[in-house]
């Protein structure tokens, strides 16, 4: 009997993928949504995603001098979106396919619909205007 094909992420990657999971580099335990920011994620060397976060009043804070590197989500801009979320650009997350792919294996992933491409412009926009963000990965965004 044949084996049943594995799922390949891949298939589901393109400027503006959403990814729902829980990162080791976050404070919190809960997973979060991470957007693929990439231009040309398919064939970019690694994977840039920003990670939306439902504490709109502590991100606002933390950012009051840099208000433009946060962007504010609304669940009638993205319906994957339950609640007011916002994301705070000045932190960019580097990830290979390969160990997305291994998150979606062991079921610590889960596909959420794309984003649309005015929220993405905006996230890449607000990337940009960092100086927190190394200016390699600014440069991704930008070729």
Do not use: W
């Given at each position: 009997?044949?084996?049943?094909?594995?799922?390949?992420?891949?298939?589901?990657?393109?400027?503006?993928?959403?990814?729902?999971?829980?990162?080791?580099?976050?404070?919190?335990?809960?997973?979060?949504?991470?957007?693929?920011?990439?231009?040309?994620?398919?064939?970019?060397?690694?994977?840039?995603?920003?990670?939306?976060?439902?504490?709109?009043?502590?991100?606002?804070?933390?950012?009051?001098?840099?208000?433009?590197?946060?962007?504010?989500?609304?669940p009638l801009e993205?319906?994957?979106?339950?609640?007011d979320s916002i994301?705070?650009?000045?932190?960019?997350?580097?990830?290979?396919?390969?160990?997305?792919?291994?998150?979606?294996?062991?079921?610590?992933?889960?596909?959420?619909?794309?984003?649309?491409?005015?929220?993405?412009?905006?996230?890449?926009?607000?990337?940009?205007?960092?100086?927190?963000?190394?200016?390699?990965?600014?440069?991704?965004?930008?070729?």
């Amino acid at each position: 009997m044949a084996q049943p094909s594995r799922f390949d992420l891949r298939a589901t990657i393109q400027p503006g993928s959403v990814y729902y999971f829980y990162d080791s580099n976050l404070t919190s335990s809960d997973p979060h949504y991470f957007i693929i920011l990439n231009k040309n994620p398919l064939t970019d060397r690694i994977l840039l995603l920003v990670c939306s976060s439902s504490q709109l009043q502590a991100v606002r804070k933390r950012r009051a001098l840099r208000p433009e590197t946060v962007v504010e989500i609304s669940p009638l801009e993205y319906s994957d979106f339950t609640r007011d979320s916002i994301v705070d650009c000045n932190t960019v997350f580097e990830k290979s396919t390969g160990e997305l792919q291994r998150k979606y294996d062991s079921r610590q992933l889960r596909v959420q619909a794309v984003i649309g491409p005015d929220i993405l412009e905006k996230l890449r926009d607000a990337v940009l205007e960092s100086d927190m963000v190394d200016g390699e990965v600014q440069d991704m965004l930008i070729l």
